[in-house]
């Protein structure tokens, strides 16, 4: 079966309930986790992505197109993550940054070659490979951060607060361009956010970190 | 083993390569002083008392001096244009080895040195040097200088490397906004939080400054000389009975650095209680600014002049001509002395860069893969462990190398290449791991995170993410290390058994034969090594990632 599922995800510290989601995400879809700041949101999201420190416990599972992910390092989880900054990195070309995404699988220093230029061709940023990441712009770097993560095939994303480093006139067309390439390679999808317009357009559900709805508007 | 399991092991086996040789070491060196009734000898040798007291009365005077001077410096100036100059010029001197700055202050206060040519004839009348006692004086007051020299440096660094958490700004402005003067405001407000960061160092700068044995050997008296420089005699002495009499006077010397260590303690708890009265009173001390500030600057100027004098002089003599009394410059210039020097010179300059090369490197290796542990597998060194990290530098060298030496001898390695270099490890280890410990731990950790989300293992996050990320700090903790090594005179001389010869050791043997055109090309080179290995710290990074504004220092 594919799409995510929060099969009673529970995580716990000292005895406290921080994160309880129980939700099934299907492809293509965009779950949004929203609440304020210390509400449990980044719990929420180490526990998915499993970077969870040993502070906190986790019950209940979660899987991934029938694959249990409880337990699994984060690199074998193939859930693949946006972050609020763009984190790409620092010492490598921005065709670097994208080819250190790239499955080893693919062999042959064309065939990688033409994979990073057609995924910049498909963000605007044709040409773009050997420029220094430094060089960019905000929006730029926010295109080559999503292209990158979505070269290492992800079956699933995770979208840490993404847009809200973005001035508003740019924040609205990332917005829609990431949410259109999530539905384009009908992944799952989680967002992480405490700003409601971000949810509207996610257009998916909304629930808080202990899994209970969140009515539109707040 | 997998590399997970040798990379585990890894914080162990360093604490146990440095931690191990001192032990062993203190145990080998103490045994005999119970032995041959060398203490019973000991106390009869007439120049104990003078000895010990020269010691203590260096050690602790040139650290009372130094700290004075880097607190003075950053309570009176820090955040100021001057301060900042002083520290651009003050901190390449942490490079120069201790021998060649006693070489260069010897070179400058004898009285046939440059400052009595410069003045000669005219102020002093002198028209051939005079018969004083400037250098090696009785009271130790030229070593003490030195010491003072090459202290001020390591401690004023060291204070700003603490500086961080101790939220400095907003406590000056904080005690500013009370109406307290900036040294008072610092004193009271910032030391208290700084102090615990910075005590190790401290010790460490007491007990090496009561032991230093090559700046002794330059600079301080003789007959007596200071308690370690003697014992380093009777050591290395080829009459065996003296051999106990050494060991007892490496014990006396432990116990007098732990003695001075207590003595330190309770100051520091004493400044502290008082320093809390001081505060209780409300009194805001804004006079100390007016002084203070004027008299830190001088000093810290002062110690870059004397050092840069120094430098100039070591370079001066080593390619002068003929050059007599009182001239303030030689007649010509040449490369008589090099010429001269180069049979020596050569393989000695080839041995000491072979030392510091292979500790250098190995040193790094091992603090790389304890910080790795470290983060891979979450361990949180505790306070013990940062102790035995500064074992080696806290503990008097004399007490344990001789002992080390000793097992040397019988398991054969005595006298290698390898067993020096191991020896260097010792010292060069943490020095290493202090100047990489705080930027691999100030290392952005999302771009693990963002690493292992794309399914990078945690082998190609470290050698293709943090490993080139962090790529000058690394570069510049290995310079670190081998300028450390470069500096090493008695793990040398006596791990290496007479038979391994460094720039150190020979610029030190050569210093009383008084050929100053000789000494100053060791010098020289012994000078050039750690400021070429910085270089290249410096100017491989910035060549890699030349077109990485992301990369670039501060960014």
Known sequence: ?218 | MTADGVLRFAPRLTLLLMAGPVIAGLAGTLRPAFEADGMARLLDWPGLPRAAALSLGTGIASTLLSLAIALGLVAALQGGRLFALILRLLSPLLAVPHAAAALGLAFLLAPSGWIARVLSPWATGWTEPPDLLILNDPAGLALTAGLVLKEVPFLLLILIAALPQADAPRRLMLMASLGYGRVAGWMLAVLPAVWPQMRPAVYAVLAYSMTAVDMAIVLGPALPPTLSAQLVLWMTSPDLSIHPVAAAGALVQLGLVLAALALLRCAETGLARLGCRLALTGRREIWADRWLGPLAAGAGLLVVLVMAGGMAGLALWSFAGPWVFPDALPERLGLDAWARAAPGLGPAALETLLLAALSAALATGLVLACLEAESRFGLKPGGGALWLLWLPLIMPQVAFLPGLAELGLRSGVEGSTGAVAAAHLVFVLPYVFLSLAAPWRAWDSRIAVAGAALGATPGRIFWQLRLPMLLRPILTAAAVGFAVSVGQYLPTLLIGGGRVTTLTTEAVALSSGGNRRIIGTYAMLQLALPLFAFALALALPAALFRNRAGMRPGA
């Open chain 1, 1 to 218: 079966m594919s799409g995510l599922v929060l099969d009673r995800l529970e995580v716990r510290a000292k005895g406290m309930l921080i994160v309880a989601l129980d939700a099934v995400v299907n492809p293509g879809e965009v779950l949004t986790i929203m609440g304020p700041s210390g509400s449990g949101k980044s719990t929420a999201l180490a526990a998915i992505i499993g970077t969870l420190g040993p502070e906190f416990s986790l019950s209940g599972r979660l899987v991934l197109d029938g694959r249990d992910l409880t337990g699994l390092p984060t690199r074998a989880r193939r859930v693949g993550l946006l972050f609020q900054d763009d984190v790409l990195f620092p010492h490598l070309s921005v065709g670097g940054n994208l080819a250190f995404a790239l499955p080893a699988a693919l062999r042959g220093r064309r065939a990688r070659r033409a994979a990073v230029e057609a995924a910049l061709a498909k963000a605007d940023l044709a040409g773009f490979a050997d420029r220094d990441p430094a060089t960019l712009s905000g929006g730029e770097r926010a295109r080559v951060a999503l292209m990158r993560t979505l070269l290492a095939e992800p079956r699933a994303l995770l979208l840490d607060e993404p847009f809200s480093r973005l001035d508003a006139g740019l924040r609205d067309r990332i917005r829609a361009f990431v949410l259109d390439l999530i539905r384009a390679a009908q992944i799952p999808a989680i967002l992480v956010t405490h700003h409601a317009d971000d949810a509207q357009a996610a257009g998916g559900r909304i629930l808080d970190p202990l899994g209970r709805p969140v009515p539109p508007g707040t």
